[in-house]
């Protein structure tokens, strides 16, 4: 299969993408917001990628196994608006609505940095044509800005920390979930490497900041937008203080 699945906290699933071409590892906070729609969904990925692999299906599959499915999601968080994180919100949001059609309102909400938005409209979504695919449509409806991002109440509380992490793409964001040490970091921060900047809106000199400003936290579970050569989630503090200290010299 090419996701393979694993909860790494309580309620946080990891869906590592293992197949031949692109796409990105997509996290799912289960049953944290109220009302029909729980999930929170981080990255959907591609639909169909390059290869011709179809993404989103698989994806299903093994959210599927876990007991999650794309009907119950109520927000969708993407870090970036690059094709292989985000081609795949749309279809959660008509898939979440179609949940609507049996009597209920409402549809899953889409959220992005504002400067994520502001760069989508006018250089991103061009990013599309450029690998020859249809654009997403994104249509935020939280605009999110730095600091705190308290999902759902009660039991399955989650407070995140929204942290804007630009040089990879002008709005790219990070997740910190600072009561699990937990770290999302888009395509900022991966295992032994860093994101590319050569992509329109890229700067290797902001995206050393954001990564000075990431190393700084306490974390123990980093999760990246994308697998490497050396491995995909970093566990452990020690090693993620290691893995920052090694990628220092790459940007
Ligand atoms: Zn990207």
Known sequence: MPHSSRQIVDGLYCYIWQGRGNN???????????????????????????????CFDSLMVAMQRDGLTAEDIGLVID????????????IIVEKSSRKAGKGKMGQAIVALSGEEEEYYKTVGERMFGMFGMKVAKLDPFLRLTEGD????????????????????????????WPERAVLM?????????????DFPGGSITILKQSIEKLS????????????????????????????????????
């Open 24 to 54: 990105c590892n997509t996290y799912v906070l289960a049953n944290v917001l109220r009302g029909e729609r729980p999930h929170v969904i981080i990255d959907p990925g591609f639909v169909v990628n390059e290869m011709g692999e179809r």
């Open 79 to 90: 870090t970036h608006t690059h094709p292989d994180h985000c081609q795949a919100t749309e």
């Open 149 to 176: 991002l308290s999902l759902g109440t009660g039991q399955g509380k989650v407070d995140l920390q929204v942290l804007l992490t630009p040089g990879h793409s002008p709005g790219s964001i990070c997740l910190y």
């Open 185 to 197: 970091t888009g395509d900022v921060v991966f295992h032994g490497s860093v994101g590319r900047t």
């Open 216 to 251: 700084q936290l306490d974390v123990e579970h980093l999760l990246p937008g994308h697998s490497t050569e050396y491995g995909s989630i970093v566990e452990g503090r020690e090693m993620v203080r290691r893995n920052f200290n090694a990628i220092k010299f790459l940007v």
